[in-house]
Structure formats: structure tokens, C-alpha cells
């Protein structure tokens, strides 16, 4: 563990001088300027508006992540090739373990800001926010866990192929998590990552706000949680046996 931590702290060093936190901070921020402007004139009711912006949050996702996880193994191939990575067979499991926790937590953060960030502004600034403070926490979670696989997906993605790859994939997921809403998405959504967050969410809407509306959602709720879970377990345990493997990326 203390080697570990100590492989994490050297990566938060490595992407110090990148865009990487920027992208973190003012994607966010830049995203909550933009929704609050548009809420204030606005007719939309406080509901639909905060489901909208949320929304949005899931569709833009898959490309965000392609971006950080791109310039996250940009950085390891600028700096040596993957040399360190390649080192020692232990040496793998750590540094790939290090660059995921590194994504997962900045991440989580970023969903953070972006989630109570918006909510600040909607009470303080907008007067317009009926939700309570809980609504919002329980909503990042569900969007934060929807995106672990797709972190770890992108991960893989930019180690095996190219940034390129990365983020033409992550474009089409944003296009596929937003016909996620329509109705082509009823039945498939399950078994499309890109799509849990949007669909995930929307039932959480439903059953906080519309509970007697949510027993007609629940078994396709609870059988995409479960999907949701097991891809997530099933995509880490791969990860860790292709990477021990692992000799270089072929580019494309």
C-alpha cells in the first residue's frame, strides 16, 4: 500500500504541469456558467431543468473520459515509452493501478463540482432549486459509478491502440448515450455502458419525485444496476490480467 501511494503521488506529479486538472476544474465550471445563464430566462419548471442538466452531464461523459485518459497515457509514453511500466511485473500492477486511481479520483471530484456546483448556483443565485441537498449527493454517486468501467474501458483503449481511437470511440458513446433517451434505447440500454448513467439517473428521478410511477421502471432498473456491476468487475479483472501481459502499444 505504501508503494502504491507513493506510485500515485509520483503520477499526480507527472500530470501537474498538464491540462489534465484543468480539465478536471473548468469543464465543470464552464458547464455550470453555461446551464445557469440559459436557466435564468429559461421557462422550463426547476425539475425538468435540473433533469436536463444532468442529463447533458451523462451524454458528455464518455468523451470527457476519453480526453483525460488520452493525455494520462500521453504523458507515460512522452516520458519514457512505458519503459517504467514495463519494468518489473509488479511494477505493472501498481502503475496501472495508480494511473485508474488517479482517473477515479479526480473524477469524482470533478462530478462533485459539477453536481453541487450547479446546485450553488441554482438555490443561491437562481432561487430556483426545490431539491433537496441529499438529491444531488445521491446523484453524483450514480454518475460517478456508471463511468467506472468507462474509465477503465478508455483506459485500455489508449494503452492498446491510440488517443486517436480513444476519443473517435468516446465521441460515438456521447451520440449512443444520447439516443440512450429515446425510445431505441428501452430495451438495449442495459447492456450499453455508455448508457447507464443517463438511464440510471432518469429512474432515479423517477423514484425520488414520482414513486408511485417508479414500479413500472423497477425490474429494468434493477437489472441494469446489476449489469452495470458485473461489467464493471468483469472489465477490471481483464484489465489487470491483459496488462500483466502488456509490451507496448500498437499505434493506429
Not at 72 to 89: D, H, I, M, P, R
Request: proline residues 2%; aromatic residues 16%; glycine residues 8%.
Amino acid at each position: 500500500m505504501g508503494v502504491l501511494s507513493r506510485v500515485l503521488r509520483a503520477d499526480f506529479l507527472k500530470m501537474k504541469h498538464t491540462v489534465f486538472f484543468w480539465i478536471h476544474v473548468a469543464m465543470p465550471i464552464i458547464g455550470i456558467v453555461l446551464f445557469l445563464s440559459y436557466y435564468s430566462f429559461s421557462k422550463l419548471d426547476s425539475i425538468n431543468k435540473v433533469s436536463g442538466y444532468i442529463q447533458v452531464l451523462s451524454i458528455t461523459f464518455p468523451l470527457l473520459i476519453s480526453v483525460v485518459c488520452s493525455s494520462v497515457v500521453e504523458q507515460e509514453a512522452l516520458a519514457g515509452n512505458f519503459k517504467e511500466l514495463l519494468s518489473t511485473e509488479n511494477g505493472r500492477y501498481r502503475a496501472f493501478i495508480s494511473k485508474v486511481c488517479l482517473l477515479l479520483i479526480c473524477g469524482l471530484c470533478s462530478t462533485i463540482l459539477a453536481v453541487f456546483g450547479f446546485e450553488a448556483g441554482f438555490h443561491f443565485l437562481l432561487g430556483q432549486n426545490e431539491l433537496p441537498l441529499s438529491f444531488y449527493f445521491e446523484t453524483s454517486l450514480i454518475l460517478f459509478g456508471c463511468q467506472i468501467f468507462m474509465y477503465i474501458f478508455h483506459l485500455f483503449l489508449n494503452f492498446r491502440f491510440s488517443k486517436g481511437a480513444s476519443i473517435g470511440i468516446g465521441i460515438t458513446e456521447s451520440l449512443l448515450a444520447a439516443l440512450m433517451l429515446t425510445g431505441l434505447g428501452d430495451v438495449i440500454w442495459k447492456y450499453i455502458p455508455c448508457g447507464w448513467s443517463v438511464r440510471l439517473c432518469e429512474s432515479f428521478f423517477v423514484y425520488r419525485l414520482k414513486p408511485d410511477s417508479f414500479p413500472d421502471l423497477q425490474l429494468d432498473t434493477e437489472m441494469g444496476v446489476a449489469i452495470c456491476i458485473c461489467f464493471t468487475i468483469i472489465i477490471i479483472a481483464f484489465s489487470l490480467i491483459w496488462f500483466s501481459y502488456y509490451e507496448g502499444r500498437q499505434e493506429i
